[in-house]
């Protein structure tokens, strides 16, 4: 039995989970707004269907969407994280092996029956997870990753085939491949489909079937792989652990301007928090922070300020974060200027498991074994009953300039004091 790749995502990940979170919403028209409550980054199908565009601020289009009774919601991340969560973990336990590409999207791989077809058991992992998690999802199956992506989009666009896709047991794939245009295909960006475009590829199968010495030519091995994967062999792997990352950003934009060192250094600190508990959950050290600011930058004053510091012995330590934060937070604060957004970038990041340390720095060792140990009692805490359940003294003072969510949805799966009571009479 040979096995196959399988390309597996959320159909209108956020939007599917407002809904699951709120079933009273289901049929109605339903677009998500950004941070802030900015731009639209998500609708539901029935949104689209009205003409609703992605990326609109939410401003010019309040009016018509509520003449048009469609259901707004702010971005809640922790709901989204939550689902995909246990979207992931579900996946895991019907997959021979699972790479997570992004919150909504993950590959697999399975073994192919003799009798070929997988539908079926398509089918039947589709009603579980809507089963247990209550959202739509879609699968595509091919030999490939970029076959399984293709597979995967065609699976949403033929109604027919109930959201999967298997393109490995298609005879005519041509048909298929030409329905594909060139810039869809997974692994060909906006240069190289212009590039292709100019060359007379407009789809998958003309990209599929052109000389791969011209491809090699212009875009070398990253080229030659999609077209390999195309032609059904496999040239790109599951990746079942993700790679290291190169740095961790924390940023958010302000309800409103602030213009004190105060508030500057509070936003600051939640930002360090977020990012050093990032650091510890992926198992790395960070031995430099960036943190940054700016003004509205359509302004006619428009500054911009960040400021770097190393740190001399790398860490995921908070309160080294935080101590270090702050002194670059008063290099880049500049007085009388209106500040909307603010950010943390922790970078050149390294694993836990190879520290160096300082040759004469042996009575700190105590000293840290107690902070990490702290940091470990705030994570798990904050795991098990959720965000800020506990955290440190500055970072839990009520911030009137945190973003604005006014439409946030329940926090039902992530917040113990929004599950429902039930009464038994």
Same mark, same amino acid.
Request: contains cysteine; proline residues 3%; positive net charge.
């Given at each position: 039995m040979s096995k196959v790749i399988l390309q597996i995502d959320g159909n209108n990940f956020y939007a599917s989970c407002e809904q699951m979170i709120d079933p009273s919403i289901k049929g109605k028209g339903l677009v998500v707004l950004s941070n &802030?409550?900015?731009?639209?980054?998500?609708?539901?199908?029935?949104?689209?269907? $009205?003409? #609703?565009? $992605?990326?609109?601020?939410? !401003?010019?289009?309040?009016?018509?969407?509520?003449?048009?009774?469609?259901? %707004?919601?702010?971005? &809640?991340?922790?709901?989204?994280?939550?689902?995909? =969560?246990?979207? $992931?973990?579900?996946?895991?336990?019907?997959?021979?092996?699972l790479e997570i590409y992004s919150i909504d999207e993950a590959f697999g791989t399975i073994k192919r029956p003799k009798g070929k077809c997988l539908y079926q058991w398509g089918k039947d992992?589709?009603?579980? %997870?809507?089963? =247990? +998690?209550?959202?739509?999802?879609s699968i595509g199956i091919g030999e490939t990753k970029v076959l399984s992506k293709i597979s995967n989009h065609l699976a949403k666009k033929i109604k027919n085939n109930?959201?999967? !896709?298997?393109?490995?047991?298609?005879?005519n794939k041509d048909h298929y491949l030409n329905q594909i245009k060139v810039d869809k295909v997974w692994g060909i960006g906006k240069r190289m489909s212009i590039w292709l475009?100019? /060359?007379?590829i407009t789809n998958a199968r003309e990209f599929r079937d052109m000389s791969s010495e011209q491809i090699n030519g212009k875009y070398g091995v990253v080229g030659l792989r999609i077209q390999n994967e195309l032609k059904g062999n496999l040239c790109i792997p599951i990746q079942e652990t993700s790679p290291d990352r190169k740095e961790i950003c924390v940023s958010r934009s302000f309800a409103y301007p602030i213009d004190s060192l105060e508030d500057l250094s509070q936003a600051i600190i939640k930002y360090v928090l977020t990012?050093?508990?990032?650091?510890?959950?992926?198992?790395?050290?960070?031995?430099?922070?960036? %943190? !940054?600011?700016n003004t509205n930058t359509h302004s006619k004053d428009f500054f911009r300020s960040e400021a770097t510091g190393k740190i001399s012995v790398p860490t995921s330590n908070s309160k080294i974060m935080i101590e270090k934060s702050l002194l670059l937070t008063k290099e880049i604060f500049k007085p009388y200027k209106k500040f909307i957004k603010a950010g943390?970038?922790?970078?050149k990041l390294q694993s836990n498991k190879y520290k160096q340390k300082l040759i004469f720095d042996t009575k700190n060792i105590q000293k840290d074994l107690y902070l990490k140990r702290l940091d470990n009692v705030?994570?798990? +805490? =904050?795991?098990? &009953?959720? +965000?800020?359940?506990?955290?440190?003294?500055?970072? $839990?003072?009520?911030?009137?300039?945190?973003?604005?969510?006014? /439409?946030?949805?329940?926090?039902?799966?992530? =917040? #113990?004091?929004?599950?429902?009571?039930?009464?038994?009479?």
């Open positions: &802030n409550d900015g731009c639209i980054i998500a609708r539901n199908s029935e949104a689209r269907k $009205m003409g #609703i565009p $992605m990326g609109q601020p939410y !401003f010019k289009l309040k009016n018509k969407l509520t003449q048009l009774n469609i259901e %707004v919601r702010s971005s &809640n991340y922790e709901l989204y994280g939550d689902i995909s =969560n246990r979207l $992931m973990q579900l996946l895991r336990r019907n997959c021979e092996n992992l589709r009603a579980l %997870v809507y089963q =247990n +998690i209550g959202i739509p999802i109930s959201g999967i !896709f298997d393109i490995g047991i298609i005879q475009k100019s /060359k007379g990012a050093s508990a990032k650091l510890r959950k992926y198992n790395q050290l960070s031995s430099a922070i960036t %943190v !940054f600011t943390v970038t922790l970078h705030i994570d798990n +805490i =904050n795991l098990k &009953n959720g +965000i800020d359940t506990i955290n440190w003294g500055s970072s $839990m003072i009520d911030k009137e300039w945190e973003p604005r969510r006014k /439409k946030l949805s329940s926090t039902k799966t992530t =917040n #113990i004091e929004n599950i429902p009571t039930i009464y038994a009479i």
